[in-house]
Nanobody, 122 residues
Framework: QVQLEESGGGLVQAGGSLRLSCAASGSDFSILAMSWYRQAPGKQRELVAVIGSGSTTNYADSVKGRFTISRDNAKNTVNLQMNSLKPEDTAVYYC????????????????WGQGTQVTVSS
C-alpha cells in the first residue's frame, strides 16, 4: 500500500500564496499520476490539478494561471504552488496518487492523503 502525507496548508489572506507538498511512501510501487483535489464545505470533491509520469499537467479552469503542480519522481513527491489565492479557494486539499505494485504494470491502485486545510480570508 502507498501512504500519502500532505503538508503546507494554513491560513492566508486573499492574494497570498501557499505551497502544498505530498510525499508518497511504501514499498515496491511505481507511481503513475499524482494529483490534488479539494473539497469545500457542502460541495463535492473536485480535481484541482494532475501531473502524469511524464510531467504532463492539467488544471481546473478555476485555478489555471494561479496554481502550479510539480513532482519529483525520484522522491515520490508532488507539490502545489498556489498564488493569488482567493476566498473561494478555501477547502480541504487532498493528495491523490495512482500507482501499481511492483516494477511491471498489473492494474491501477489509488491512495488518498488525509487532507490539509487551506483557508483564504478576504
Amino acid at each position: 500500500q502507498v501512504q500519502l502525507e500532505e503538508s503546507g496548508g494554513g491560513l492566508v489572506q486573499a492574494g497570498g500564496s501557499l505551497r502544498l507538498s505530498c510525499a508518497a511512501s511504501g514499498s515496491d510501487f511505481s507511481i503513475l499520476a499524482m494529483s490534488w483535489y479539494r473539497q469545500a464545505p457542502g460541495k463535492q470533491r473536485e480535481l484541482v490539478a494532475v501531473i502524469g509520469s511524464g510531467s504532463t499537467t492539467n488544471y481546473a479552469d478555476s485555478v489555471k494561471g494561479r496554481f502550479t503542480i510539480s513532482r519529483d519522481n525520484a522522491k515520490n513527491t508532488v507539490n502545489l504552488q498556489m498564488n493569488s489565492l482567493k476566498p473561494e479557494d478555501t477547502a480541504v486539499y487532498y493528495c491523490n496518487a495512482q500507482w501499481y505494485k511492483g516494477p511491471y504494470y498489473s492494474g491501477t491502485l489509488r491512495s488518498w492523503g488525509q487532507g490539509t486545510q487551506v483557508t483564504v480570508s478576504s
